[in-house]
């Protein structure tokens, strides 16, 4: 395993990061992520793909804390109620890429330090978004801010979107409780 060096103000300036695999955490780590970027007084947006649910966590922060807000936005882009997987519609399809292109808009209007495009990979790997559309949008936003850090999450990213990152990181299980109940903060 090689060991990277971190350091202030280092060669490298940007990148994309991106989680995915079975495991638990893909999206904690970008929240992760964001708390650091936030804690930079760095802008930070995430958009969420097929997430609707607006009691987690990262959806109250910014109503909770108030001065927050001006460094930090989410979207929503997944229609209300549980659906599953196997019932996606055409709905799914044109919020999806309603939320790839607003994505690349609000790069223009608010010019966030961290991007977060949390649940892209499932959202590509589900045939909702083309994978040759992501990277195109992304390869814009990387022009529009030239220094901003994209994450992306989802379980089954595809082999092109690994291979356009810059960092991949495969989440996976070592031990998982057989009966879960979500708890607040936690899971979500």
Do not use: C
Request: hydrophobic share 45%.
């Amino acid at each position: 395993m090689q060991e990277a060096a971190f350091a202030p103000n280092a060669l490298f300036k940007m990148g994309i990061y991106l989680y995915t695999g079975e495991g638990a955490g893909k999206t904690t780590n970008a929240l992760g992520l964001a708390l650091r970027s936030l804690g930079h007084r760095h802008k930070v947006v995430i958009i969420q793909f097929l997430k609707w649910w607006k009691n987690t966590g990262e959806y109250k922060f910014p109503k909770q804390f108030k001065k927050a807000a001006k460094y930090y936005l989410i979207y929503q882009f997944g229609r209300e109620g549980w659906h599953g997987f196997k019932n996606l519609t055409a709905q799914d399809k044109r919020r999806s890429e309603k939320g790839l292109k607003f994505a690349e808009e609000i790069t223009k209007k608010f010019r966030p330090d961290l991007l977060v495009l949390d649940e892209i990979n499932l959202a590509a790997h589900l045939g909702l978004l083309d994978v040759r559309e992501i990277i195109s949008v992304l390869k814009r936003i990387q022009k529009i801010k030239k220094d901003i850090d994209i994450i992306l999450t989802g379980r089954y990213a595809p082999k092109a979107l690994i291979n356009f990152s810059d960092f991949a990181n495969k989440i996976s299980v070592l031990k998982m409780p057989k009966k879960l109940i979500a708890k607040a903060g936690i899971q979500y």
